[in-house]
């Protein structure tokens, strides 16, 4: 069918996007709420996020091994894990100037004969 002059081929537009959990995290984790200061006994407003921070730092100031280890994959990045492989592999290799193997069906001792 035909689009007809001056008429949306979308009239109901681009569908919602849905909501996945990460984006509900950061909208709950900018959220204020109140927390009751024992040393002032005052109420204050307080964000989610800056909760979260200052808990995972006392855990850290307590020795909490799994908060020390966050801590330090979050602003370090993980350390690379070197894995070392050998493979036996039937035939010659050769190396080319690409990423890329050719595998061939000789082997040495079938060159030099």
Do not use: H
């Amino acid at each position: 069918m035909p689009f007809k002059k001056g008429q949306s081929g979308n009239p109901n537009g681009r569908p919602r996007k849905e909501f996945t959990i990460s984006d509900l995290l950061r909208a709950k984790l900018d959220e204020e709420v109140e927390v009751f200061d024992k040393a002032t006994k005052e109420i204050s407003k307080i964000k989610n996020s800056d909760l979260v921070v200052d808990r995972i730092l006392r855990a850290v100031r307590n020795g909490e091994k799994w908060a020390i280890e966050m801590l330090l994959d979050r602003i370090e990045g993980k350390p690379q894990q070197r894995i070392e492989q050998t493979t036996e592999i039937e035939g010659s290799l050769e190396m080319t100037q690409r990423p890329s193997i050719i595998f061939s069906d000789t082997t040495a001792e079938d060159e030099t004969e």
